[in-house]
């Protein structure tokens, strides 16, 4: 009776395999015959995770976002990595010979990861707002789609992160870069809303709390992965704090940077590129008081009452704001290089000096 009741197990295990088998063919084959219809920018996003399956592709390939070289956060943390060289403290399973070019191979990991999870963040970014859809747009079973896609996609390369995290051995690395994806969703959650009905009459937004939003969605990523870096080579926790400031403050002044381009570069505005949410924006709001705030929205309306974002820029060009932006971000920049001076003069030392630099030039 127990080799009967065995067989029966067995062969229904084998059934359900096969049933199984059978509906995933049938799933597999009805993609293939929806994504023969989908749009090219679909297509893109299937391109995207072919290239993101293989780390090594994605890492040596040019990923542009239009403005800003999404590689920038796997450097620095190879950067830093080299700059403070193997530690002094280091546990007999760290060996000089195991570095590549004064490197740890774990530490090159870790920045394939960093770039990995910013990376899924910017696909899910990508995601439509399907209430401000309208007929222009095109079809909305192709929006629909296409943010189908952008979380599946996102969450593939989340996927590939997490995997290589566990990699690395190391509970406190698992922990720092957890924790950095946490600040990331909550800084992406209370992120302050752009549009102007949204956020012209409200008086909650100022500095504090763009700086603190603005950490958690764009500098705390780069600043623990910075810190694991140390932690993977066993450096001690002034190292790992040195190396978790560099990050954060060139994190908010390459922000601060980006936010000033319209002020002191473009001679005009659109909606595409004006953000109430910029770093101008909010200093002058906190400047000239919400009652005089809300009267200049006022006046850079047309009479259609659209909103001149042209009018609007040189209105805040003539206060304090677009200065005292580039006060806050020279402060950071210099910030960052004052974290770095305590590491051994090297090529990569100066490499990281030239990139706190360079993000207070404009």
């Known amino acids: ?71 920038m956060r796997g450097l620095v943390v190879l950067l830093m990595s080299k700059a403070a ?4 403290h280091t546990a007999s399973d760290l060996l000089p010979q195991d570095m590549v070019s004064g490197i ?42 296409g943010n189908k896609m952008s979380v599946l996609s996102g969450d593939f390369l989340l996927a590939n992160a997490c995997t290589g995290l566990a990699q690395l051995n190391n509970t406190k690395v698992v922990e720092l870069i957890s ?22 009459l409200t008086d909650e937004i100022n ?7 603005t950490f958690l ?52 505005a659109d909606p595409e590129t004006f953000s109430f949410n910029s770093a101008p924006v909010v200093f002058h709001r906190q400047i000239v008081g919400q009652e005089r705030w809300c009267h200049q929205l006022q006046q850079a309306k047309t009479i259609g009452r659209q909103m001149d974002y042209t009018k609007l820029r040189s209105t805040i060009k003539l206060e304090k704001g677009v200065t005292s932006t580039i006060d806050l971000c020279r402060y950071h920049g210099n910030k960052a290089l004052e974290s770095i001076q305590c590491f051994p003069s090297s090529e990569a030392r100066s490499a990281l000096e030239n990139i706190a630099r360079a993000v207070t030039k404009f």
């Open 207 to 213: 500095m504090v709390t763009w700086e603190e939003q």
């Open 1 to 71: 009776m127990h080799n009967i009741s065995s067989r029966f197990s067995t062969t229904f295990l084998l059934w359900a395999l096969l049933t199984s088998l059978l509906v995933l063919n049938a799933e597999l084959y009805s993609m293939k015959s929806i994504l023969t219809q989908v749009s090219r920018w679909e297509r893109a996003v299937w391109s995207a995770i072919e290239i993101a399956s293989s780390v090594d592709l994605l890492w040596r390939g040019f990923i542009y976002d239009s403005r800003n070289n999404l590689q």
């Open 217 to 268: 969605s764009h500098g705390a990523l780069l600043a623990k992965s910075c810190q694991a870096a140390m932690e993977l080579a066993k450096h001690d926790k002034d190292a790992q704090g040195l190396a978790y400031k560099y990050g954060k403050h060139l994190s908010l002044g390459h922000k601060l940077n980006s936010d000033l381009q319209l002020f002191v570069k473009s001679s005009s």
């Open 85 to 88: 060289g193997p530690s002094q």
């Open 179 to 200: 924790s950095a994806i946490g600040d990331l969703v909550q800084g992406i959650y209370h992120e302050i809303p752009n549009s102007l009905e949204d956020n012209s």
């Open 104 to 145: 740890y191979p774990s530490q090159r990991n870790l920045a394939e990861i960093t770039e990995l999870i910013h990376t899924a963040f910017l696909v899910h970014r990508g995601i439509v707002n399907l209430k401000e859809w309208t007929n222009s747009d095109g079809p909305l079973k192709d929006m629909q789609f």
